[in-house]
């Protein structure tokens, strides 16, 4: 099969395990801009080991309904040296996945030296409700353009960017790697540059964006958004700049907080909604207390005018 001049493909509750043929040449979707897989049941992998360079030229992604999904970009088995970089994906701006039950990992086994997804802008994740966490520090320090992070409901997410993984993945490789350059890949700056809102709705194990020894730089972010995440209860343990966010861009259960720093700010944000609610519980007793008042001087003046009209 060769469909050079295909330019959007849409695949919509068929019965396929893959989405392309794992002996599908590179060139044999050359074109394609769009792709977009919807309630395809049986589909385990978007895009599977072996295929990242059949898409050279893709700029939007939706995958919506597939109910076996467990990757969108699976990795596994391809292995990136110090000295070759891999390229993939490459032109992909817009990332959007909804509806997902059994979605595990939207990148997996990811090589250290991957070069790829610079010119993604959007991700979009919602209803995923195996997800433990979005990116790995190796993916996050690639999305130099990243403009939109909007992550909701997704119950199991635990951090937004997981160390974790990429331990593994060393661990896993067939490399040498010292416990001091473990250290150093895990615990240095990401970067992102670009990245002008985050929001976080409807996450109720969040715990934090990372808890790994990161640095993280947001120097363009100037809208946060954190709604219905009870147990986050700080941004991150590295160090922290991020930029123009401070007062009345930042936006927590529904209530605008600032306190000189993000960490502080969400530290405190949940005692702070605390008293927010109890005054406001306050003054609608007081608003109630009030109304029925002057509804009982209403009536009393009611019934002294029924007296004065009987005599």
């Not at 997996?108 to 070069?115: A, D, G, H, S």
């Not at 969040?206 to 709604?227: A, D, M, R, T």
């Not at 609608?284 to 005599?311: F, G, L, N, P, Y």
Request: hydrophobic share 40%; aromatic share 6%; with cysteine.
């Amino acid at each position: 099969v060769f469909l050079p001049n295909l330019e959007k493909l849409h695949l919509r509750r068929i019965s396929v395990v893959h989405i392309v043929d794992y002996q599908m040449q590179g060139g044999s979707f050359h074109k394609p801009r769009g792709l977009d897989v919807s309630y395809c049941e049986k589909v385990f992998n978007v895009v599977a080991p072996g295929q990242q360079k059949l898409f050279p030229n893709l700029q939007q992604l939706h995958v919506n309904g597939c109910c076996e999904l467990e990757a969108v970009f699976n990795f596994e088995g391809l292995t990136a040296r110090r000295d070759h970089a891999e390229v993939t994906l490459g032109q992909l701006m817009l990332l959007e996945l909804g509806d997902l039950p059994k979605l595990m990992h939207v990148w997996r086994m990811v090589p250290k030296n991957l070069q790829g997804f610079q010119n993604l802008t959007s991700i979009d994740i919602s209803n995923c409700e195996s997800l433990r966490y979005i990116l790995s520090p190796t993916i996050a320090k690639l999305l130099g353009n990243l403009m939109l992070l909007q992550v909701h409901k997704c119950k199991m997410i635990e951090e937004i960017i997981d160390t974790e993984e990429d331990l593994l993945k060393i661990k896993i490789l067939d490399e040498i790697v010292t416990t001091k350059e473990e250290e150093q890949m895990i615990g240095d700056t990401i970067l992102f540059p670009q990245l002008k809102e985050i929001s976080l709705a409807n996450l109720e194990n969040l715990n934090c964006f990372c808890s790994g020894n990161c640095e993280f730089q947001f120097p363009s972010l100037n809208k946060l958004v954190i709604s219905g995440c009870p147990n986050m209860k700080t941004f991150s343990s590295g160090p922290l700049s991020t930029g123009k966010l401070g007062e009345g861009n930042i936006s927590i259960g529904g209530q605008e907080f600032w306190m000189g720093d993000l960490n502080t700010t969400i530290q405190n944000a949940s005692e702070l909604l605390k008293q927010k609610i109890i005054m406001n519980k306050m003054k609608m007793m007081m608003m109630t207390k009030q109304i029925e008042a002057a509804e009982d001087d209403e009536d009393d003046e009611r019934v002294k005018q029924i007296e004065r009209d009987d005599e």
